[in-house]
């Protein structure tokens, strides 16, 4: 099944089970929030800076539903439809549904819409440690988000989960992107009940963890040790990143792999396991401060997360 068949039927679902069949147990609407995270990009020095700003949500006959049609509105500046268009971008940086919230939650409400999703990104616009790369991919665990560089500058950032870190936690450290596939099933699927993954790049080949799309909590760390992607971001990744090149080629997997030539793209994996969800803000008195991104000084700062990184360290550091 196609990762695009796969959007449609949850279309599907939403339309013959309700609005909320899916949205109630906290999952991203994948197909809606493409057209937000695909926005048209602009020049990295002509995107604006973006402020935050509290909206608690409220209705003067403590309604939730007329009390989200107030904040649509305020979003649209009165224009509903065009506010609820917005509200993803609301959803995606606070890691909530609107249709999940009760009069009396805030939100983080941005200064500026209908901009270049980079303009949100936790991620620095310039990562100077990066510039010698052609491409590097980063996964920050605190903020629960990942960010594309390219030769130093934000190509793209998108959110994440990763793996539940009391069983089975993303392993901190540097590693290369490996083989991919676009459908895979996993090994932990339990009997009669795969679990479907598409868009799949491995980046610790001993362990089995990719980063792969996947039905997406709005939550914190959640997964067996992978990293889920909404689809679109996911099937990005997919055509963007380079994979290793080996004796049998570039897609080889495990024992069959042959030798590795030339890895793959860079991959660091930084910050520490929220408690709970991610906690994108800090709440000051005045205003909400986006909670930016902490980066090495240089990639090679980050230890080596398995054997294949130490050796081509060693074959660096002989040259």
């Not at 606070?94 to 200064?111: A, E, F, M």
């Amino acid at each position: 099944m196609k990762p695009r068949f796969l959007s449609l039927l949850v279309a599907l679902a939403v339309v013959l089970l309700g609005p909320h069949a899916l949205l109630a147990q906290g999952y991203i609407n994948q197909t809606e929030i493409e057209e937000v995270v695909n926005f048209e990009k602009t020049d990295l020095d002509l995107i604006p800076e973006v402020y935050y700003e509290y909206h608690v949500l409220a209705s003067t006959r403590g309604n939730n539903v007329l009390a989200r049609a107030n904040l649509y509105h305020r979003l649209g500046d009165g224009d509903v439809e065009k506010g609820r268009r917005r509200a993803r971008v609301v959803e995606l940086i606070n890691r909530r549904l609107v249709t999940q919230l009760s009069i009396g939650d805030t939100l983080v409400v941005p200064t500026e819409f209908d901009v270049d999703f980079r303009a949100y990104a936790p991620f620095p616009r310039y990562y100077p440690g990066g510039r010698s790369f052609d491409k590097l991919f980063v996964l920050d665990k605190t903020s629960q988000a990942w960010a594309a560089y390219e030769y130093g500058e934000l190509e793209r950032w998108g959110i994440v989960n990763t793996g539940d870190p009391t069983q089975y936690p993303t392993p901190n450290g540097r590693f290369n992107f490996n083989w991919k596939t676009e459908y895979r099933v996993s090994s932990l699927s339990p009997p009669n009940e795969p679990w479907e993954m598409y868009w799949v790049f491995n980046f610790h080949d001993a362990r089995g963890i990719h980063i792969h799309q996947y039905p997406m909590p709005t939550g914190g760390p959640t997964s067996r040790g992978c990293v889920r992607l909404v689809d679109t971001d996911a099937e990005w990744i997919y055509n963007w990143a380079d994979p290793w090149r080996t004796t049998t080629g570039t897609t080889g997997v495990g024992s069959r792999q042959g030798r590795i030539l030339e890895q793959g793209t860079t991959v660091l994996v930084i910050g520490d396991d929220p408690e709970g969800d991610p906690q994108p803000f800090s709440f000051r008195n005045r205003y909400p401060v986006l909670e930016r991104v902490q980066l090495p000084a240089h990639p090679f700062d980050v230890e080596p997360g398995t054997p294949q990184q130490e050796h081509f360290d060693r074959l660096r550091a002989s040259r």
